[in-house]
T-cell receptor, first 115, second 113 residues
Framework: GAVVSQHPSWVICKSGTSVKIECRSL??????MFWYRQFPKQSLMLMAT?????????EQGVEKDKFLINHASLTLSTLTVTSAHPEDSSFYIC???????????FGPGTRLLVL | QQQVKQSPQSLIVQKGGISIINCAYE??????FPWYQQFPGKGPALLIA?????SEKKEGRFTISFNKSAKQFSLHIMDSQPGDSATYFC????????????FGEGTQLTVNP
């Protein structure tokens, strides 16, 4: 499978601050980027979908002004959690995808803890 | 119609046994059915996937059985090993809607030595 990196792997921040998570697809070009959130012992919940150079499409109930997604290139996407609150504490996973259904991969995840 | 139902929620198997996880879907437009393995603190990793034009696919100790008429598919792990202990997610997607994955609820598998 493809190599996907996320940075940071874990982050602790104070309530009210913003956190940026980077996702890089190291060996293939991601035409689409999915961002997921996963709470403990739960399944993956899709937050938003973005195509390179376009605005992200957010799932119902996900605040677009709170979770800023940038997909500026085919190998880099960022998720910024603005004004983070304790309820935003979760495991965030990016999933870059190529042109085929079989070419969707997952990053190693970023654990966010908001105090 | 977009849901994928997965069972059981948790499963305990002895080493060397067979682990079976089942999923059911409603939307007949789904045309790609992957299974993912996730270890604690890690992202999911693709294990094996199948398309509805075949009834079974085998890769090593992992087999997907697919029943199109029943709208069900299952993962069989033969000769289960303690290293297989993880959470398994089934998923489904349709090529006509951007291939976004719909995930099952997950099954926590524990293989006892």
């Amino acid at each position: 499978g493809a190599v996907v990196s996320q940075h940071p792997s874990w982050v602790i921040c104070k309530s009210g601050t913003s956190v940026k998570i980077e996702c890089r697809s190291l060996d293939f070009q991601a035409t689409t980027m999915f961002w997921y959130r996963q709470f403990p012992k739960q399944s993956l919940m899709l937050m938003a979908t973005s195509n390179e150079g376009s605005k992200a499409t957010y799932e119902q109930g996900v605040e677009k002004d709170k979770f800023l997604i940038n997909h500026a290139s085919l190998t880099l996407s960022t998720l910024t959690v603005t004004s983070a609150h304790p309820e935003d504490s979760s495991f965030y996973i990016c999933s870059p995808k190529g042109p085929l259904q079989e070419t969707q991969y997952f990053g190693p995840g970023t654990r966010l803890l908001v105090l | 119609q977009q849901q994928v139902k997965q069972s059981p929620q948790s499963l305990i198997v002895q080493k060397g046994g067979i682990s079976i996880i089942n999923c059911a879907y409603e939307n007949t437009a789904f045309d790609y059915f992957p299974w993912y393995q996730q270890f604690p603190g890690k992202g999911p990793a693709l294990l094996i996937a199948i398309r509805p034009d075949v009834s079974e696919k085998k890769e090593g100790r992992f087999t997907i059985s697919f029943n199109k008429s029943a709208k069900q598919f299952s993962l069989h792990i033969m000769d289960s090993q303690p290293g297989d202990s993880a959470t398994y997610f089934c998923a489904a997607s349709m090529s006509t809607s951007g291939s976004r994955l719909t995930f099952g609820e997950g099954t926590q598998l524990t293989v006892n030595p």
